[in-house]
């Protein structure tokens, strides 16, 4: 497993809140959110930069969104 190393960050109170709910709609501490947050964050860039584009679907409905 990789040594972990502890960083400090200035997030601004609606950031926090968001934060907040997502650790307690899925169970987990604001560090596995903020972890999965900064993957999800990665990867997404990775397809970018890779020339894809990103695309949410509903009911056959196509909505391109711009995460650079």
């Known amino acids: 497993m ?3 190393k502890k960083l400090t ?3 601004s109170d ?3 809140e968001m934060l ?7 169970g987990t501490s604001l ?3 903020l972890r999965k947050a900064i993957a ?3 990867y997404f860039q990775k397809k970018i ?3 894809n584009e990103v695309a949410l679907l509903k009911d056959d409905q196509v909505t ?3 995460l650079r």
């Open 2 to 4: 990789a040594l972990k």
């Open 9 to 11: 960050v200035n997030l």
């Open 14 to 16: 609606d950031v926090l």
């Open 20 to 26: 907040r709910d997502l650790a307690a709609r899925n």
């Open 31 to 33: 560090t596995d959110e």
């Open 40 to 42: 999800d964050r990665a």
């Open 49 to 51: 930069d890779d020339g």
């Open 64 to 66: 391109l969104m711009d």
